[in-house]
């Protein structure tokens, strides 16, 4: 299976920045970022495709970057301007699939990173 582990969540007040890290055992064809907040169900925030197609949900569009390193096995979510609707615990992705979405099924996940805004 392949493994995915998360880092760079932390505590930030709204307007501040943090970058997310993902380190992955293999390659594979889509890389994706989901959040969840407390008492709500998961979302898509950010998914690349292998041709580098990007996708956003609308929430977090101009404010948000999502890239990916395949020579060090890293995903990366940069994250700006922060909100404090953007609190969730955020975990990282991978599918098996080039056709990937924020909707479609995601094979692998990581345990996730913990961010908190707060205003």
């Known amino acids: 299976q392949v493994q995915l582990v998360e880092s760079g969540g932390g505590s930030v007040q709204a307007g501040g920045s943090l970058r997310l890290s993902c380190s992955y055992t293999?390659?594979?064809?889509?890389m994706g970022w989901f959040r969840q907040a407390s008492g709500k169900e998961r979302e898509g925030v950010a998914a690349?495709?292998?041709?580098?197609?990007?996708r956003y949900t609308d929430s977090v569009k101009g404010r948000f970057t999502i890239s990916r390193d395949n020579a060090e096995k890293s995903l990366y979510l940069e994250m700006n301007r922060l909100k404090p609707d953007d609190t969730a615990m955020y975990y990282c992705?991978?599918?098996?699939?080039?056709?990937?979405?924020?909707?479609?099924?995601?094979?692998?996940w990581g345990q996730g990173t913990q961010v908190t805004v707060s205003s």
């Open positions: 690349i495709r292998p041709d580098g197609t990007l």
């Open positions: 293999a390659t594979t064809a889509c």
């Open positions: 992705a991978a599918a098996n699939y080039p056709g990937c979405s924020l909707f479609t099924r995601w094979t692998y």
